[in-house]
């Protein structure tokens, strides 16, 4: 369970240890993804790889609403009653989240199988070859995965919980491989269904190891437990619009420019994703911790947690950023051809954005673990007003290069006032 940072030399050495094997686990999950990518456009060209893409990256989006922050509620309350002590306390609040998620994500994925239905007999295209509608179970059974590494992270398991987050794209990477092996067409569909399977196994996977270590804790009453409406609403509400704020600057590089800029900007942004990667994984390792460590009256440890992680994720993060500013082009053009030589700027923009977040240092989990999560929202809705206004000001007169200095422009108001909010809450005297 999560306790008090080491003393000594451990205080230095044990945090960089860990955080060097979850960052080895999240970039063996960025290259099966990768694999998968690959092995769908291969196989099945832009049409698959598109609509795979499309069902499953809006089965996660949709699935976010299922949860109203109870994953995140759950491992603050998990991960504060167990340094407390409380066990009990621990498991009981973890059964009430689980319990209070259940009826709304079977809503949530009706409705959502309701609206696919009428867009398919509306004619919408990407419909009609059955990936949304097949990334029905997907929606259901993300919801139920958010939550369980919600938990796993608030019994102190980070490690774990990395290695479980994106891991069913490492089985259906070999489906996918065999079936071509033997001969087999891959589709939309099918994978959508694939990957749906590989997410409950593994989801089932997940709670049978928190059923494991918990069976024996017993029960109390929760009449402290945080409500999910005012408290969990603000954080499901932050985590959508960040999800959100990747998708919408794609769809305007499209709606906005031309096929080819939007190529440009997937290619900018595919390269640049691995240092948001890392940022939420540092904010996801974090957040156990600081929970006890704020529920237990010491922000000064949570200051000592962060300065450490801080300094971590620059060390792995500024070695590669340092090439992508100064060279963009040969790096670009290495990768995905000279074609792609002219996203340069639009790279240059995306990597400085992460970078400013990375030095800012996880300041997100530090607000979410204080229950201060409504503080940020109006920051939140500020800023994605602030991304649309700027692209449509700057690519009229910059081109495609506009839309990655929205995207950096409304980013950098969120990461500074989430700063500064972070600051307070650590700031505050033990």
């Known amino acids: 369970m999560p306790d008090a940072p080491p003393s000594g030399w451990r205080a230095n050495i044990a945090p960089l240890l860990r955080y060097a094997s979850v960052m080895g686990i999240k970039a063996g999950n960025i290259a099966t993804g990768l694999i998968v990518t690959l092995l769908l456009a291969r196989a099945g060209g832009p049409e698959v790889l598109g609509s795979y893409a499309m069902a499953i990256q809006t089965a996660q989006l949709v699935s976010i609403l299922a949860v109203v922050g109870c994953d995140q509620l759950a491992l603050r309350e998990v991960a504060a009653h167990l340094r407390l ?4 306390a621990a498991a009981s609040h973890m ?4 319990k209070f998620v259940t009826p709304l994500a079977a809503l949530v994925t009706g409705l959502y199988a309701g609206g696919i239905w009428l867009l398919l007999n509306a004619g919408f295209a990407p419909a009609q070859q059955g990936a949304l509608l097949a990334a029905t179970g997907f929606v259901a059974a993300n919801a139920f995965y958010l939550m369980g590494l919600g938990i796993v992270r608030g019994l102190g398991n980070a490690v774990r919980a990395q290695v479980f987050d994106g891991l069913f794209t490492v089985p259906l990477a070999l489906a996918l491989g065999l079936l071509l092996l033997n001969g087999g067409r891959i589709e939309a569909q099918t994978s959508v269904l694939a990957a749906t399977a590989c997410l409950i196994a593994l989801m089932a996977l997940l709670f ?4 494991r270590q918990t069976r024996h804790w017993g029960a109390s009453a929760v009449p402290d437990a945080p409500s999910p409406w005012r408290d969990g609403a603000p954080m499901m509400l932050i985590s959508f619009l960040m999800f959100f704020g990747q998708w919408l600057p794609q769809f305007l590089a499209g709606a906005l420019g031309s096929a080819g800029d939007a190529g440009a900007f997937r290619a900018a942004w595919q390269v640049a994703m691995p240092f948001a990667v890392i940022y939420s994984t540092v904010a996801t390792m974090i957040s ?8 237990q ?7 000592r947690r962060l300065r450490r992680y801080r300094y971590a994720a620059l060390a ?16 670009l053009a290495l990768l995905f051809g000279p074609a792609f030589a002219g996203a340069a700027p639009l790279l240059q923009w995306l990597v400085a954005a992460n970078m400013l977040a990375i030095l800012a240092g996880p300041s997100g989990a530090i607000i979410t ?15 994605a007003a602030l991304m649309v206004a700027l692209a449509f000001a700057l690519v009229p007169m910059l081109g495609i290069a506009g839309l990655a200095m929205a995207y950096a422009g409304g980013y950098a108001l969120r990461t500074v006032q989430a ?3 972070a600051r307070r809450i650590l700031l505050a005297k033990p």
């Not at 792995?316 to 790096?331: D, F, G, R, Y």
């Open 95 to 98: 059964r009430h989240y689980l």
């Open 419 to 421: 700063w500064w909010l």
């Open 316 to 331: 792995s993060t500024l070695p590669v950023a340092v090439p992508l500013l100064i060279w963009p082009e040969p790096v």
């Open 208 to 211: 049978v190891l928190v059923w």
């Open 288 to 295: 156990a911790p600081v929970s006890g460590d704020l529920r």
């Open 85 to 88: 002590g409380d066990k009990a």
């Open 369 to 383: 673990m204080a229950g201060r999560s409504r503080e940020t929202m109006p920051w939140m809705l500020a800023g």
């Open 297 to 303: 009256g010491r922000p000064d440890l949570a200051h």
